[in-house]
């Protein structure tokens, strides 16, 4: 069963950091381009940051730019994403996604087929 599973969500105060991790299980991550989505409420789901399968491109919305670190570990078959310098407008439900070899280029949700199920990340005072 093909599963991507995302961890590392939480409350954190402006400023601060979270590192979340999105974990595959029943299939190798190596030959996709990973995505991380986010949807705040009322809002439809953005595109934050995307990495080619060989993690040597990568693209972040503009919003994020600077604060925001996309990572990916094949041998342990995660992604990452590190955020520093929270801010409210931050606050969202986080996903991962797997899509095709480009599908990083545009870092957009219909160019990415296996979703996992979110975690929220709250940044609050």
């Known amino acids: 069963q093909l599963q991507l599973v995302e961890s590392g969500g939480g409350l954190v105060q402006p400023g601060g950091s979270l590192r979340l991790s999105c974990a595959a299980s029943?299939?190798?991550?190596?030959?996709?381009?990973i995505g991380w989505f986010r949807q705040a409420p009322g809002q439809e789901r953005e595109g934050v940051s995307c990495?080619?399968?060989?993690?040597?491109?990568?693209y972040y919305v503009d919003s994020v730019q600077g604060r925001f670190t996309i990572s990916r570990d094949n041998a342990k078959n995660t992604v990452y994403l590190q955020m520093n310098g929270l801010k409210p407008e931050d606050t969202a439900i986080y996903y991962c996604?797997?899509?095709?070899?480009?599908?990083?280029?545009?870092?957009?949700?219909?160019?990415?087929?296996?979703w996992g199920q979110g975690t929220q990340v709250t940044v609050s005072s």
């Open positions: 990495i080619s399968s060989t993690g040597m491109s990568k």
């Open positions: 996604a797997a899509g095709g070899t480009q599908a990083f280029r545009r870092c957009v949700s219909n160019s990415f087929g296996s």
């Open positions: 029943g299939f190798t991550l190596d030959y996709f381009s």
